[in-house]
């Protein structure tokens, strides 16, 4: 949607989704170039490094400008699913094992090692737990910062996989949109959804500890909590009562209002009702909070869409203005708007990520 947060949430703003380009594309076009024209991001088209790398980096250095942070050695938490698979893609019979390195390091080590040395960091941790991997990672820096003596810590995420081999074969398994131009659209929480769409993204959260007895200042946010749990039910499929969805989402709403849910919502035909259905379960409040799900308008980021879910409920809170749905022909629920909603001065949003084989993760953050 755009280079930078800020041009991506004015995206948001404005109504603007991913599965408008397909306006520009003819008929014929194939499955693949289909899913690379919809969700691709152009800085990571051609690179020298892996597009994951690129991508992670900016978004690193985007994070860390705004906090007014130096990257040199700031201890980093890593969070994806695929990684740097990039390599592996564009290998051939001719010339095969172009990129030894990442061939020995794997994926993830190479996305970790790369991008440590374009970036002076210092990583702690890189965690791969399907689509919940990158608030995973958040997890795991916050309890750091709760319980070590660092005081600063960066989070960071990228996907870039749209490789014909991860696109087929989400196409078995049948939690893609049709893959024709009309037809590829991401549609959560609404009636006519057919599954996902896969996108490129990146994401990255600087976080800064208070020292004791400091409380955030007006203008600033807070994140409240965080948790991970998983619920080994299928490798697949999540688990008909999402336990650990439930187990979550009853910790955040214990006895805290909650003013905005951000779900996982995937936008498959399972997934959405019944994730709706167990966060209103989990509800303290009398009155149903102001529900988005940015993946209608930004793809499916895999193991990066939780961190991208909650940079957006950052500039969501801080802006005052959550973003319209306007792939909301049916609602499932009666309370979803597709319009954009006007926000309190201090809002409190609790984001949700779920993945296969039961990964599970959530975040609350508060805006004062």
């Not at 319009?339 to 039961?358: E, M």
Request: aromatic share 6%; hydrophobic share 45%.
């Amino acid at each position: 949607m755009g280079h930078g947060a800020w041009e991506t949430f004015t995206g948001l703003l404005a109504g603007r989704t991913l599965a408008q380009r397909a306006q520009r594309l003819p008929d014929s076009i194939g499955p693949v170039d289909l899913v690379r024209a919809l969700g691709g991001v152009s800085i990571a088209q051609h690179v020298s490094d892996d597009p994951t790398v690129e991508l992670a980096e900016r978004a690193a250095r985007e994070a860390a400008m705004m906090a007014g942070v130096g990257l040199d050695g700031l201890p980093t938490w890593i969070g994806v699913s695929k990684g740097a698979v990039g390599r592996w893609a564009v290998d051939d019979e001719a010339r095969p094992m172009r990129f030894p390195e990442a061939y020995a390091m794997g994926p993830h080590a190479y996305l970790t090692h790369r991008l440590a040395q374009r970036t002076a960091i210092r990583p702690q941790s890189h965690s791969v737990a399907a689509c919940a991997s990158s608030l995973t990672a958040l997890h795991l820096a916050r309890q750091h910062l709760l319980h070590r003596s660092a005081d600063t810590a960066l989070v960071v995420t990228a996907e870039a996989a749209l490789f014909p081999q991860f696109i087929h074969s989400y196409r078995r398994l049948g939690v893609l949109a049709p893959l024709t131009p009309r037809g590829y659209a991401q549609r959560p929480l609404d009636a006519q959804r057919q599954g996902f769409m896969l996108s490129q993204l990146g994401a990255a959260v600087i976080l800064k500890r208070l020292p004791p007895g400091a409380a955030p200042e007006p203008g600033q946010l807070e994140l409240l909590d965080t948790d991970i749990a998983a619920e080994a039910h299928d490798i697949i499929r999540a688990s008909p009562k999402m336990e650990a969805l439930r187990y979550i989402a009853s910790r955040f709403f214990a006895g805290r209002r909650i003013d905005v849910l951000h779900p996982h919502a995937a936008g498959t035909a399972e997934h959405d009702p019944t994730e709706l259905e167990v966060l209103r379960d989990c509800l303290t409040q009398s009155d149903t909070p102001w529900t988005y799900a940015v993946k209608g308008a930004l793809g499916h980021g895999l193991g990066a869409a939780g961190l991208v879910s909650f940079v957006t409920a950052a500039l969501a809170a801080k802006t005052r203005r959550l973003p319209p749905m306007p792939w909301l022909d049916r609602p499932i629920a009666s309370h979803l708007t597709s319009q954009t909603v006007d926000l309190p001065p201090a809002s409190t949003h609790a984001v949700f990520a779920a993945g296969f084989a039961g990964h599970t993760a959530g975040a609350v953050l508060r805006h004062y």
